[in-house]
């Protein structure tokens, strides 16, 4: 969908366990941005990077949630003692600069047991 | 924060008809954008407005960037069976604030 890479579609994992979404960005775009949606509902922010930097992450829980754009590589986000409400699908978008339009990946949906 | 209030809700429609869907905001928005999500996949971007007023073309789709700068809509010509997903509208408050802020969708249902 639009070259942004999303991996893996879908990922299982059990309360109290780690759960790692990646996401390469289109080719030559350097701004990558996290959105979670529910069912039903639209996306929303969690967290904008620029390599190595998080520029805005008013989105994202201030616990157990992380993400980061190393120099080389996918961004990640990262979540920590998953818990039945972090069940969502995450969408990740790149753009090419800030003011310019965001293209989305195909998510990855995570499911909690 | 800010909310878009996208409207209907959802559609039904018969191939063919026009289809006319709006979103409305409470705060000031610099950039609107289009996005269509079928099931299972991402927002796909339609068309994307950055001026009060501007009137925009994609094909049979057409949008608008209302003069207040707090709402938008989204017309489709002669709707077509592909036509059928998830409607949403994003915007954008100023420029130097990256996040979308996305409406609550238009579900567009064909008729057969």
């Known amino acids: 969908n639009a070259g942004v890479m999303q991996n893996p579609r879908h990922l299982v994992r059990r309360r109290g366990q780690e759960a790692r979404l990646r996401c390469s960005p289109m080719?030559?775009?350097?701004?990558v941005y996290w959105y979670r949606q529910l069912p039903e509902e639209g996306l929303k922010f969690m967290v904008y990077?620029?390599?190595?930097?998080?520029?805005?992450e008013s989105g994202m829980p201030k616990e157990r949630f992380s993400a980061e754009f190393p120099k080389e590589g996918p961004s990640i986000l990262r979540i920590q003692q998953v818990v039945r409400g972090d069940s969502a699908a995450y969408f990740c978008?790149?753009?090419?600069?800030?003011?310019?339009?965001?293209?989305f990946g195909d998510g990855t949906r995570l499911s909690i047991l | 924060g800010q909310q878009l209030n996208q409207s209907p809700q959802s559609m039904f429609i018969q191939e063919g008809e026009d289809v006319s869907m709006n979103c409305t905001s409470s705060?000031?928005?610099?950039?609107w954008l289009w996005y269509k999500q079928d099931p299972g996949e991402g927002p796909v971007l339609l068309i994307a407005?950055?001026?009060?007023?501007e009137l925009t073309s994609n094909g049979r789709l057409t949008a608008q960037f209302g003069i207040t700068r707090k709402d938008s809509f989204l017309n489709i010509s002669a709707s077509i069976p592909s036509d059928v997903g998830i409607y949403f509208c994003?915007?954008?408050?100023?420029?130097?604030?990256?996040?979308?802020?996305f409406g609550t969708g238009t579900r567009l249902t064909i008729i057969p």
């Open positions: 978008a790149s753009s090419s600069d800030r003011d310019q339009p965001q293209h």
């Open positions: 080719k030559g775009h350097s701004h």
């Open positions: 990077l620029q390599k190595e930097n998080i520029i805005d």
């Open positions: 705060s000031i928005f610099n950039t």
């Open positions: 407005l950055y001026k009060a007023g």
């Open positions: 994003a915007g954008r408050t100023s420029f130097g604030n990256e996040k979308l802020t």
